[in-house]
């Protein structure tokens, strides 16, 4: 019988279940920034039924049997930290420049006849910058430091780590926020009819950052964060 019930967290749901976050997504469902909340509260505050979310969810269970061989959340923190910055850092690396020029093109394009066009070039080359400067951060000095203290947690590590954790955290909300509006301001990533080929590339596009960015942050806040927290 599954251990998952409505008045288990959103985020705990996530990190024992990692498929589910396709299901908060298509829900809008916060399992990252704000997925700290029990499942019934976070499906009444989207006017869900708690029910029909969690059957969803156990539906979605019966077909993971054996996902914990697989689940990044049961990788040790060395694991963990080295798939992080392989596939979600090294990932933005290589997506992001490449994602710039059709923003651009279609912005300037399009623009004229679908003002919010506009915004989303803002939207997307202020989070250009601050993924990027996050993730080389992570990557250059806060990562070395998490490894050693969950190795050795002294308490000068301890007080190190505490202010560079709630750092990270904020930058993780704020892109949150960014990547939020930008669904809301294009109706769920949904292009016009008329749209042409790189218009709905680039809403494709913008859709698969969003759902590898929220992972990409729970896998943090809810996995690494969480096991840090329990060593401080």
Avoid: W
Wanted: charged share 30%; with cysteine.
């Amino acid at each position: 019988m599954s251990s998952l019930t409505i008045d288990t967290r959103v985020s705990d749901i996530v990190t024992a279940l990692p498929q589910s976050a396709d299901l908060f997504r298509n829900l809008r469902i916060d399992y990252c920034c704000g997925g700290k909340i029990p499942l019934k509260e976070a499906a009444e505050q989207r006017n869900l039924n708690p029910e029909e979310v969690l059957s969803s969810i156990h539906s979605i269970e019966e077909k993971q049997e054996n996902r914990m061989s697989m689940d990044p959340s049961s990788f040790g923190e060395k694991t963990l930290v080295a798939y992080i910055k392989e596939k979600y850092h090294d990932g933005l690396r290589d997506e992001l420049p490449m994602l710039a020029p059709y923003i651009t093109k279609v912005a300037r394009v399009h623009g004229e006849n679908y003002p919010h066009l506009l915004r989303v070039q803002e939207i997307f080359k202020t989070l250009r910058a601050e993924l990027l400067d996050h993730t080389d951060d992570e990557d250059q000095n806060v990562f070395p430091i998490i490894l050693e203290f969950l190795t050795n947690p002294t308490p000068e590590l301890k007080e190190q780590l505490k202010p560079l954790v709630s750092e990270l955290e904020a930058e993780h909300d704020n892109a949150g926020r960014l990547l939020y509006e930008l669904r809301e301001i294009t109706d769920n990533f949904t292009p016009p009819e008329e749209a042409c080929g790189t218009y709905r590339l680039v809403y494709a596009r913008l859709e698969q950052l969003e759902k590898e960015t929220f992972e990409h942050v729970h896998l943090e806040n809810n996995v690494l964060f969480e096991r840090i927290a329990k060593a401080l």
